[in-house]
């Protein structure tokens, strides 16, 4: 058999032979400039990457600042109330969950203080995050490395929503308020209107009520609500107030008094308040007269939402923007507002 006239046997001997330094393809000029730019561009994102990782797991970059000092200066301090929950994912993890937002304002020249209610389903835009419900922000802002965390996202929508600084936080659980107002001894509330909360078949009558803990949350938090004026979102926010602000009135009563709160607080308390701004707080409170309580609800409409990252009921200004919930935030401390 000829095996130098076997072309395919040739072809194959040939394509393995090795190829001349001088058959080797160079780079051009202008494709090793682009290869070290690629290595260049690659190794700044690296770099990039590790800076954002490193700052966003720093402790510092989870906290928020407490600017107390800055309120004192304007005579009004506003500290943020996040009632919260713990609601499980799929995967086993726990996200917190706003139940509850109310806004302290305090004159410290005066004592004069103001309570309002901000709808945790209040529709706003939250942060780069797009048109959510104002409770979202915790959860997004956890998840997105947000400074201050979701707690951090929270305070900085609110500001936007009102028009109004808040100078520090304190977040709570419902077990939390159970806890306090155990240890305090039970509070008095005076209840306005009769609830019939049919989970527990617990009835609260007109008239002022001594309740424990486990009553008290009842009567404020229960989503198990008989009538629709009882379990509208506006009547809860009303009794969330009756609530925490009889728990407030109690503890503010002496010094001593806030130190039986401390053992009782649970995982989800937190709070960015120095021990000396809690005691010019309440030092506040006790020489001003009684706590002012504002509700957006004459103001607000409520809607269904069918987004991609929402769907359910939420709430929204009647006249299109917070204008009007931002002259109401203002004049808190100022004039009385119906």
Known sequence: MNVDGDSSYSRFKRADLPISPKARPRPTGVQKVLEWSLFAVFGCTIAL??????????????LVPNRVSSGIASDRVNV????????????????????SLMLLSIQPSTGRAAMMSIPADLWTKVGRYGQRPLRSAHQVGDAGGYPGGGTGLTVDTVESIIDEPVHAYARFSIQDVARLVDALGGVDVEIKHGVYEYRSKFRFKRGVEHFDGRHATRYAYSGYIAGIAAANRFARE???????????????????????????????????LAPEDTDMLASALRRGDDVRRISFAPYLDAFDVKSAAYRGEAVRPRSGDFTTLQKIADAALVARVH
């Open 49 to 62: 990457a590790g800076v954002a990782l490193y700052a966003t797991n720093r402790p510092e970059h989870r």
């Open 80 to 99: 943020l109330l996040i009632g919260s929950s713990l609601v499980k994912r799929a995967g086993g993890e726990n996200d917190i969950r706003i139940e």
């Open 238 to 272: 009303e009794r969330q107030q009756d609530v925490v602000l009889a728990a407030l009135s109690k503890a503010m009563k002496t010094k001593d008094d806030l130190d039986v709160l401390q053992p009782a607080l649970g995982e989800l308390a937190a709070t960015n």
